[in-house]
């Protein structure tokens, strides 16, 4: 049997998270097909098609689903779900939205973020912050599963799926009033190989400069902990951690954070942990593999001038 | 209006859990308990909607062993009027909990039903939205804002790539982010008050809902232990090992 992946995008360009997700469909084995529900999507349905190990791509492209609202892609979802025993979408705030719905009309469990694909009914998911892993096998007739990007590589993007379209127009009642999304042109906190993020050490928003200037140099993304996002030195989309965005780059540069639990669920896979806090009990040592106990405002400008 | 807030008892957000050495699950015996820290950040926000008028009576509901009264009665003490207890000592997957909360909502009529956007021990982030789909409401998950105007509800959602904000026909569904408020203290007054506040106790079979297994859980293990790094004693020695020995910049 096939399985359906439900593709990220912004109707222009598909996410990286999508590529990810088909890696773990390929995992699972069997015919991957890829959902583009969205509207005047043509360029993200291409991007769709050259993805490696994708077979087919199902284009439901109407203004009822231009803004992807949970409320009724997940209907969608459900209509063309007879033909697959698997359906996948990244654990994104995309696919956390829409994918549970269409668990609870499948009448069928969702598995959450899941990080290894063992057979085709069971897979490897963090509970609490990370701190446990559990291994699930699924008594269900079909798998619906929310999969974590930062576990799995990207498939190429060497492909030719053959494209499909749909006619199938759903409506919701709900509207999409607005949308304010973060302008950068620093590398997206999900594909970045380094990360360069920031705590309540960092005392201001201003204070980010010095680590903006440190990710310009070292070409990488900027992060931050829940309390440099509440106390509103940046924006809530930099938030790493168990509720924000969890990453695993080559190299995750921790200033002025002190690891708690919730902020090392969402970076402690990283390949190379840089912690820098005057702190020397601060528990982010713990998970780094390189430490320094230092003031950020001197170590930081140091560093970047040797960079 | 009616609020409805299902909530949960989960092991306190400061104390972190460990695997059984059998690897059947983590060990959660004398731990601290708590009320999920996004249901506390849900009660809030139904509170206040009572508080400024906008909201009748606020319900909360919980799933699970006798023991998640004593989140009902936290709830309570922060300002829900009455609390329901749907009691079962089995470990329900969030479908099965969705499906014991549509039972609920058929009998309560709420208008708005609030949620934590996440459990913070399973980390699930899937039970407002399965009912939602049980009940075909509108949904806004992730919520940093909530405005409700008659018969409609306009939510700012945090996202992935910043803030989208939506609009609704109620009822819907709303599951709530951490910046949505900041829960107050319970009062002690007000904790000896929620003593006499309503709780009924309603049996999973009382319900009638048929309910089944989804998954079996085959093992759960500890997370592999990153090796212990060292302490570097300058900037320029951090930078000769980034270059050198992890060859990362
Ligand atoms: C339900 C829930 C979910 C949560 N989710 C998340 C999440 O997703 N992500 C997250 O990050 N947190 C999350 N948290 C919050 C988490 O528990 C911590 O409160 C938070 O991570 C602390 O952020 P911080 O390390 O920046 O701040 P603090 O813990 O205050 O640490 C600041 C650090 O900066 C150091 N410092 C201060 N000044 C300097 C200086 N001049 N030079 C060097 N070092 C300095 C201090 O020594 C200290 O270690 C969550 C909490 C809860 C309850």
Known sequence: MAILVLAEHDNVSLKTDTAKVVSAATAIGGDVHVLVAGHDCAAAVTAAQSLAGVSKVLVADSAEYSAQLAENVSKLVVELAADYEHVLAAATSVGKDTLPRVAALLDVSQISEVIEVLSSDTFVRPIYAGNALATVQSLDAKKVMTVRSSAFDAAASTGSAEAVNLTLSIAARTDFVSQALTESARPELGNAGIIVSGGRGMGSGENFAILEQLADKLGAAVGASRAAVDAGFVPNDLQVGQTGKIVAPDLYIAVGISGAIQHLAGMKDSKVIVAINKDPEAPIFQVADYGLVADLFEAVPALNGLV | ???????????????????????????????????????????????????????????????????????????????????????????????????????????????????????????????????????????????????????????????????????????????????????RYASLPNIMKAKRKPLETIAVADLGVSLKAHQTVLKVTPPVDRKAGILVSSVEELVEKLKNEAKVI
């Open chain 2, 1 to 183: 209006m009616k609020v409805l807030v299902p909530v949960k008892r989960v092991v306190d957000a400061n104390v972190k859990v460990r695997v059984k050495a059998d690897n059947t699950n983590v060990d959660t015996t004398n731990l601290k308990m708590a009320l999920n820290p996004f249901c506390e950040i849900a009660v809030e926000e139904a509170v206040r909607l009572k508080e400024a008028g906008i909201a009748a009576e606020v319900v909360v509901v919980s799933v699970g062993a006798k023991a998640v009264q004593e989140q009902l009665r936290t709830a309570m003490a922060l300002g829900a009027d009455r609390a329901i207890h749907i009691e079962t000592d089995e470990d329900l997957v969030p479908l099965s909990i969705a499906k014991l909360l549509k039972a609920v909502q058929e009998k309560e009529q709420a208008q708005l039903i609030l949620f934590g956007k996440q459990s913070i021990d399973g980390d699930n982030n899937q039970t407002g939205q399965m009912l939602a789909a049980l009940t075909d409401m509108p949904q806004a998950t992730f919520a940093s804002e909530v405005k409700l105007d008659g018969d409609k509800a306009t939510v700012t959602r945090e996202i992935d790539g910043g803030l989208q904000t939506l609009s609704m026909p109620l009822p819907a569904i709303v599951t709530v982010d951490l910046r949505l408020n900041e829960p």
